[in-house]
């Protein structure tokens, strides 16, 4: 997956579905780390995004709430290293 920062949130909101709110949310959370440029904006990745479409599918699909969400991700990024 590519990990360069590309997409500003308006963008990345866009591309997944997502109002820019719920990403700032998800970023205060740790469940989604943008990059940030030297002026302090948010970069996505396309791993971001599709980070954001796992967090989307876990809360509306599963039904997971974000604590549920943050055990599941922490999981999977465990079993990743």
Not at 13 to 34: C, F, N, S, W
Not at 60 to 75: H, K, Q, S, Y
């Amino acid at each position: 997956m590519d990990d360069r920062p590309r997409y500003m949130i308006s963008v990345a909101a866009d591309l997944v579905g997502m109002h820019p709110q719920t990403l700032r949310i998800y970023e205060q959370k740790g469940l989604v780390r943008p990059r940030r440029t030297s002026g302090n904006t948010r970069l996505y990745s396309e791993s971001d995004l599709e980070r954001l479409r796992v967090i989307q599918k876990l809360t509306t699909e599963v039904g997971l709430n974000l604590a549920g969400v943050e055990l599941v991700l922490r999981l999977e990024d465990e079993l990743k290293k």
